[in-house]
């Protein structure tokens, strides 16, 4: 059976985001996934390996699956400015509803059997804890790879990012959780630095991995 689903996966790239802001690069939704995947899992494995007490830990491969589709109704709706998305509880309400039927129609255009598995990503079950605990990873993931984008375009000289930083920061620090503490001050810091500072930090710190997983 032929599909469609992974040739519209593909059109990711063609979704802009950040439509009312003035870009010194322009940023798509594909690219967004990616930055949000790659968070998302290190705060589910920080969690899991710093943090875990008595917390639900969700594997960090299904948080990163799931951050992957996060943000794949976009393919079919568009990236939505927050002013308008957020202009009213109806107004948000309604926009969920297209946003969950635009994910059917996307899964409808794959074979039964892979449909169910997809299914969870892309509507993943909200009285599920796990998959709740998981879907605040993403959030906070999500939320990270936005204030990314804001540095760097005050890099670049661009102040149209000034107040969305600021925004965006407060957001961050209301989730204390402390796995996007831990990214907040180990892993973020270096996002504002030249390749060259980077390398710099790297072959001063830089060390062989003792995991006993990696040989």
Sequence with gaps: MSTNFFAMIHRMRYINRWGLMRNTE?????????DVAVIAHVLALVRQQYYPGDR??????????LALFHDLSEIITGDMPKPVKYHTAPMEASYKKIERDACRTLLAMLPKELACHYEKLLLPDDKDPLVREAKSLVKAADCFAAYIKCVDEQKAGNREFDLARIEIEERIDAFDMPEVQWFKDQALPA?????????????????????????
């Design 26 to 34: 322009l940023e798509n939704i594909q690219e967004h996934s990616h």
């Design 191 to 215: 996002y504002g630095l030249s390749l060259d500072e980077i390398n710099f930090e790297f072959n001063l710190k830089g060390e062989d991995c003792d995991c006993k997983a990696i040989k």
């Design 56 to 65: 639900l830990c969700p594997d960090p491969d299904f948080v990163a699956s």
